[in-house]
């Protein structure tokens, strides 16, 4: 399951930078048209839309899996091993459960928006219900990532994603790092 979660994280992490790069293109061709003649193109602003929610929401799971999240350690630092082993499955159990609810909850969403073709009213008819199974994909990959890291946590193992540097598995800590050249010549 974990090579799995990780491959289809990395897929989904490819197609939302190229949604970033379909953003980016889509905004610069919308401002040069709109500084040329005045107006907006045509479906340009709904590309958009539709590019963003593809970049956040499908590089969500890759960016668990690859460290990229904000984590904030001023808590976790003080505490011993023990307690931060406690303290990581309460984490991931939550993160697991916050993940099944907006799994279900988008999920239910886009069946619904799927049902009644929902489309949304621009310069252009764009049809919505497509971007809300892309939010669902996207939390649904997150979540099983979570279910991992749940499963890690458990068994003491390392968490995808853990970027802390820990001397007992081998890693240097900043504070024992050998201080670069340049600064032994300045002292």
């Known amino acids: 399951m974990e090579a799995v979660v990780k491959g289809v994280s990395r ?5 939302a930078a190229f949604a970033v790069v379909v953003l980016m293109v889509a905004i610069v061709i919308d401002v040069v048209f709109r500084r040329l003649t005045g107006r907006s193109l045509p479906s340009m602003v709904e590309v958009a839309e539709t590019s963003l929610v593809a970049a956040i929401f499908l590089g969500l799971a890759w960016a668990l899996v690859t460290g990229a999240h904000v984590a904030v350690t001023l808590l976790t630092d003080r505490l011993g091993p023990r307690a931060n082993r406690v303290l990581g499955v309460v984490a991931w159990i939550l993160c697991t459960g916050i993940g099944v609810w907006f799994t279900i909850g988008t999920g239910l969403r886009a069946m619904t928006s799927t049902g009644l073709g929902e489309t949304r009213m621009g310069l252009v008819m764009w049809p919505l ?20 890291n749940l499963v890690r946590a458990l068994r003491g193992r390392e968490l995808l994603g853990d970027t802390t540097v820990r001397p007992e598995l081998g890693g240097v800590d900043e504070v024992d790092a050998p201080a670069p050249a340049s600064a032994e010549k300045g002292a």
């Open 11 to 15: 897929v989904l992490g490819i197609v």
């Open 129 to 148: 219900w497509p971007l809300r199974w892309i939010i669902v994909v996207g939390f649904a990959v997150l979540t099983a990532a979570c279910v991992l």
